[in-house]
């Protein structure tokens, strides 16, 4: 009876760690995996040596999308993949491929990079912002095809867009809110506010920044001393009281999803923080990681109601919530309608003060749309677009300055 009774204890144990686990492993199999896109309901992903992988369920099955790309041997020595409205992209050691049947071929598109793509230089980052899809290289800005560069025609041509960034600059990632642009690189922290054309440093951020990213409300950043934020566009910043690593280092990756900030430490077992108010605590999120993956975390992705992490050994995957989220009174929120549009939505702010703003943000948390000054009515969001998929609502309180979430709609 003794036995049976501990026995029952450690299976309720067992139960209760999964139920409240962080991750949940798409069991891709073991291999160098890099990058994860989303496109057309397909997940698209990244893995070294074997190429692009591509799942239209939700990564229950996978097969390879490989038709075009450079063979090395019989490898595909693929480091990045990522997608704009039409098209995806793919950053190889051989140069930029893209397609445009969502992964059936690929074709070189490299028309305006000089064609010295190796295994130490290559595109190692993949953004869209605002309709323009930018690539970021490993190598510095200084060397023969590094930097960043940036398209307006889907990869047809491509454009340098480094103007202002230092040549011994190496660019880590990207990031966007309100139609400015972050960049965090090798020696301080960058902004350009049209569309990457120029570029100015950040305040007084003359130091390694090696992860950033961007909400209407605030920046967080990952850098050589530290995480901070800052509340004022990065005018000033706050140091985290308690994040796990004193002194960040280059491949530490942010992002915001659900109202909330995930960082990837690249400081071995640490693995993954998850912050719920704004970059100010800290606190671990790897339950459910195998202990290989925990060393081994490469990037993020969000996509609808899930959030992504890509690991060299597995890709893991955990649901969206609302946990967390400042809202107003549940007799006030004016909740958009319908929750499934093609041309618009509505949303009712007639228990609201005039000139409050309504804001519409992709699921990595990223501003799509803002409209500003609307009046105590009925006001309707129209489509603009937007590509399908799903997008959350804020309201910007006039008077008060208070973010609070809405809800989320689907575009078709």
Same mark, same amino acid.
């Given at each position: ?44 992903? +990244?893995?070294?040596? =074997?190429?692009?992988? @591509? %799942? *239209?369920?939700? $990564?229950? !099955? /996978? &097969? ?78 200084a060397q023969s095809s590094g ?27 990207m990031a966007e809110a309100g139609?400015?642009?972050? +960049?965090?690189?090798? =020696?301080?922290?960058? @902004? %350009? *506010?049209?569309? $990457?054309? !120029? /570029? &100015? ?115 893991y995957s955990t649901a969206g ?92």
């Amino acid at each position: 009876m003794t036995f049976r009774r501990y026995a029952l204890f450690s299976v309720s144990l067992l139960l209760s760690a999964f139920s409240f686990a962080n991750w949940t492993p798409l069991a891709v199999g073991n291999a160098s995996h890099r990058s994860m896109t989303t496109h057309n309901g397909a997940l698209f992903l +990244a893995t070294y040596n =074997t190429g692009i992988q @591509k %799942s *239209t369920n939700g $990564g229950a !099955s /996978w &097969t390879l999308a490989n038709t075009g790309l450079p063979v090395s041997g019989a490898q595909v020595k693929v480091q990045s993949v990522g997608h704009n409205a039409t098209t995806l992209f793919c950053g190889t050691e051989s140069g930029i491929y893209r397609s445009t049947d969502n992964g059936a071929s690929w074709v070189l598109a490299q028309s305006g990079i000089p064609a010295t793509s190796s295994a130490t230089i290559y595109v190692n980052k993949i953004y869209t912002f605002n309709g323009v899809t930018f690539v970021v290289f490993s190598g510095t800005v200084a060397q023969s095809s590094g930097g960043v560069f940036r398209t307006v025609d889907n990869g047809t041509s491509w454009l340098q867009a480094f103007n202002g960034l230092q040549t011994n600059m190496t660019i880590y990632n990207m990031a966007e809110a309100g139609g400015t642009l972050y +960049a965090s690189t090798s =020696t301080s922290l960058m @902004k %350009s *506010t049209d569309l $990457g054309q !120029s /570029w &100015t440093q950040v305040a007084d951020v003359n130091y390694a920044v090696y992860a950033v990213e961007a909400t209407p409300a605030r920046l967080v950043a990952l850098t050589t001393f530290g995480a901070k934020y800052s509340t004022n566009g990065g005018t000033s910043w706050t140091n985290s009281t308690n994040y796990p690593v004193a002194t960040p280092v280059a491949g530490s990756e942010l992002i915001s999803y659900d109202s909330k900030f995930y960082a990837i430490t690249r400081s071995g077992s640490t693995g993954c923080y998850r912050s719920l108010d704004g970059g100010v605590t800290w606190e671990a999120f790897n339950t459910g990681l195998s202990p290989q993956n925990t060393f081994a975390q490469e990037e993020f992705h969000a996509s609808g109601s899930d959030l992504f992490i890509v690991c060299a050994l597995d890709v893991y995957s955990t649901a969206g919530s609302t946990v967390g989220i400042a809202t107003l009174n549940d007799v006030s929120i004016p909740a958009p309608f319908p929750t499934t549009f093609e041309d618009g939505f509505n949303v009712d702010l007639r228990a609201q003060r005039p000139g409050s703003t309504i804001i519409v943000m992709d699921a990595a948390g990223r501003e799509l749309a803002r409209h500003p000054n609307l009046p105590a009515s009925l006001v309707r969001i129209d489509r603009n677009g937007l590509a399908a998929g799903m997008y959350h609502c804020y309201l910007l309180e006039t008077g008060s300055g208070s973010m609070m979430r809405l809800g989320s709609v689907i575009a078709r």
